[in-house]
């Protein structure tokens, strides 16, 4: 990712309304119409489950130009959502919702560069993801 790139992620996170879990939530409706088959996964409180998200996205924020502890901490995040069941094919709506949170939250202030900074970053942070969750996913042996 180019500094361009960095600059409209850190703006776009900049302008979510600070300490306000309401677009994270708007965030985890809009997955669960997208992918209703996810839902089961999330048994915890959601307002907890908010706010990990939203910490997790203040913390890849702040780790966007130290690419070698990103693509670590993705990895692992890769890694422990796969031992939660999550499916490759699952991120996808994730990232749709992602993108949805931020047009609905943002409005204009969303802009087309911003957009297309997420649709980047997110198609690194999912192959990272992706990484991580098959170096951890059980060797299959051949009969």
Do not use: N
Request: proline content about 6%; aromatic content about 12%.
């Amino acid at each position: 990712m180019d500094s361009t790139t960095i600059r409209h992620l850190q703006e776009s996170v900049a302008l979510l309304p600070v300490g306000d879990l309401a677009p994270v939530h708007e965030f985890y409706r809009r997955l669960f119409e997208l992918a209703p088959e996810v839902r089961p996964m999330f048994t915890r409180e959601m307002d907890l489950q908010a706010r990990k998200f939203s910490d997790t996205l203040a913390w890849v924020i702040s780790h966007l130009e130290h690419h070698d502890e990103l693509c670590r901490e993705l990895r692992e995040l890769g890694a422990r959502h796969a031992g939660y069941g999550v499916k490759i094919d699952q991120y996808a709506p994730v990232g749709s919702a992602l993108i949805w949170m931020f047009q609905r939250t943002l409005g204009d202030r969303f802009t087309p560069e911003m957009e297309e900074a997420w649709l980047e970053f997110y198609a690194f942070a999912s192959f990272e993801m992706e990484r991580g969750s098959r170096e951890v996913a059980p060797a299959t042996t051949s009969p």
